[in-house]
């Protein structure tokens, strides 16, 4: 047989960006939390960057220069004091159905007040003549988990045997955390 000469295809040359490493055209599509995004933001809110940002040189030392300097830094402070004033010790018990008419009783933030958790599951296994373990959240945080509807008693047994007051204990109601007691109280 007899080979067909097809014509050259040239080989695509690409242009990799200095500060990501990736082409051009993919920088938008970087996660907002990885570090090379953020060097990118940075270099680009600079007023010394331009068109000449490209260098291989200039670029990597534009990018120590926004790692230092960059806008995302104090944004990411305001955030974490945010959550420290939400952060204060609470006490938020909630109900939770599962299966059909089965109900568990979950106990968070005992362990803030000093209340050892082991011990008080024990307490509460006794008290209210059910199952109650110390299981982990999603936030990998530990927790009281009881068989049983008992939102009411376990405030009254809380406050009857540990030092808590009774403006740090919560309920949740629809995902959201409401004071177990009125202010009138």
């Keep these: 047989m007899a080979e067909v000469a097809t014509p050259g295809v040239a080989p695509l040359v690409v242009e990799y960006h200095p500060i990501t490493g990736i082409p051009e055209e993919y920088n938008e599509f970087l996660p907002k939390d990885c570090a090379e ?5 940075g270099l680009a ?3 010394a ?4 940002g490209a260098d291989g040189a200039d670029g990597a030392d534009m990018a120590k220069l926004s790692l230092k ?5 104090p944004k990411e402070s305001s955030k974490s004091s945010k959550k420290k004033k939400s952060k204060e ?3 938020v018990i909630e109900t939770n159905k599962r299966n059909k008419r089965k109900t568990t009783t979950i106990i968070t933030g005992l362990d803030l007040f000093g209340v050892k958790l082991p011990e008080a599951a024990k ?3 006794t008290k209210f003549a059910s ?5 982990k959240n999603a936030e990998n945080k530990e927790e009281l988990t009881c068989q049983g509807d008992f939102l009411d008693q376990a405030v009254t047994l809380i406050l009857k045997n540990y ?4 403006k740090v204990i919560f309920k949740l109601e629809s995902k959201k955390r409401v004071p177990y007691f009125d202010d009138d109280e």
Excluded: I, W
Aim: glycine share 10%; with cysteine; charged share 30%.
């Design 37 to 41: 995004y953020k060097a990118l933001k």
């Design 45 to 47: 809110s600079t007023p």
């Design 49 to 52: 960057a331009g068109a000449d």
């Design 69 to 73: 300097e960059g806008d995302e830094q």
């Design 89 to 91: 010790p609470a006490v």
């Design 123 to 125: 307490m509460f296994k």
């Design 131 to 135: 199952g109650c373990a110390v299981t």
């Design 163 to 166: 030092n808590v007051d009774k």
